[in-house]
C-alpha cells in the first residue's frame, strides 16, 4: 500500500476538520464603539484584543476533542502526545471557564493550567485547531467593522495573526493577505515583507505552477506564498486549501533556509 504524500496528508486532515464547527451563537460579539475601532485602525490593534469573543467552556472543550479524534485518526504520530495533552485538561468547571477564555485573550500561558508538561508544538497544533471554527464565526462579525482595505499592516485585523498566503489581484495587482486562523483578508503594499521592516521584494517560481510565486525575505528569512491573479483563470481562489495544495512550495523555501513566520509565530506565543 502507497503511503500518502504530505500534502495528501494534510488534504485528508482539513477535509475532516472543516467537518468541525460552531454555531454563529455558539460565539458571543460585543459590538466595538467608534472609539475602540479608532483605536484599533490607527495604532494597529486587533479587533480580538479590544473585544475578545465569548466562548462556552462546554462548548470550547467538546471542540477540542473533536479536534483530538481528528489528529488520532489522520496523524497516528502525534496521537500518543495528543492523548497526553487531553487527559492534562482541567476539569474543574471554574477552571475549564479560565482555560476557554484564556485561549482568546493574547498573551495568556495556558501550560500553566495544565495538570503535566505536554510538547508544546503538539499543545500548539491541538489548540490553533480548536480555536479557528470559533475565530472564523467571530471573524464574520469582526470584519463587518473593520475597514480591511486599509489596514496595511502584517498582522490580521482581527486575531492579529501573520498572514498564511497572498493574492495579487489580477486587475489591479493589489496586494491582500490572508489569515489561515479567522480566514480574513486584507490589503498591504505592493510590496515588501509582511513580516520585517523591509522594503526589498524577491520571488521565486517553479516550473508548471506559473501562477504562484514566493516571496522572501532576506532580512528576516521569512517568506509568504502568493497567488498571481493575472494567472488564476476567473475563479476566485479559495486561499484555505490553496495553502494546503502547495505544500511543495513551503517545502523548496524552507530547504533554502526561509522560515514560515506564521507557524513560527503561532508556536511561540503558545510555549
Known amino acids: 500500500m502507497q503511503t500518502p504524500s504530505i500534502q495528501e496528508m494534510l488534504a485528508n486532515f482539513h477535509q475532516e476538520f472543516l467537518q468541525i464547527t460552531v454555531k454563529a451563537d455558539t460565539v458571543t460579539f460585543n459590538t466595538p464603539g467608534e472609539a475602540i475601532l479608532r483605536q484599533a485602525q490607527e495604532k494597529a ?5 479590544k473585544c475578545p469573543p465569548r466562548v462556552r467552556a462546554e462548548d470550547f472543550f467538546a471542540t477540542m476533542k473533536q479536534v483530538a479524534g481528528v489528529i488520532r485518526n489522520f496523524m497516528p504520530d502525534l496521537a500518543a502526545e495528543t492523548d497526553k495533552i487531553v487527559s492534562a485538561l482541567p476539569v474543574d468547571p471554574a477552571e475549564q471557564e479560565k482555560f476557554a477564555a484564556g485561549a482568546f485573550t493574547p498573551g ?4 500553566s493550567y495544565l495538570k ?8 500548539g497544533f491541538l489548540l490553533n485547531h480548536t480555536i479557528k471554527p470559533f475565530m472564523r464565526q467571530y471573524a464574520v ?8 482595505g486599509t489596514w496595511l499592516k502584517g498582522t490580521c485585523p482581527v486575531c492579529g495573526g501573520k498572514p498564511t ?11 491582500y493577505l490572508y489569515c489561515g486562523l479567522c480566514e480574513v483578508k486584507w490589503r498591504f503594499h505592493r510590496l515588501g515583507c509582511p513580516y520585517c521592516t523591509s522594503y526589498e521584494s524577491h520571488f521565486f517560481t517553479i516550473e508548471g505552477m506559473e501562477k504562484y510565486r514566493v516571496y522572501y525575505c532576506d532580512q528576516c528569512r521569512g517568506y509568504i506564498k502568493t497567488i498571481n491573479g493575472s494567472k488564476a483563470g476567473d475563479k476566485d481562489p479559495d486561499l484555505f486549501w490553496e495553502d494546503i495544495n502547495t505544500v511543495q512550495l513551503d517545502v523548496l523555501a524552507m530547504r533554502e533556509g526561509y522560515v514560515n513566520r506564521q507557524v513560527e509565530t503561532r508556536e511561540t506565543e503558545k510555549k
Open 45 to 49: 490593534i486587533p479587533l480580538v484584543n
Open 108 to 111: 495568556v500561558d495556558l501550560l
Open 116 to 123: 503535566t508538561d505536554p510538547p508544546p508544538e503538539t499543545f
Open 141 to 148: 462579525n469582526a470584519s463587518k467593522y473593520l475597514d480591511t
Open 165 to 175: 498566503m497572498a493574492l495579487l489581484e489580477k486587475e489591479s495587482s493589489r496586494r
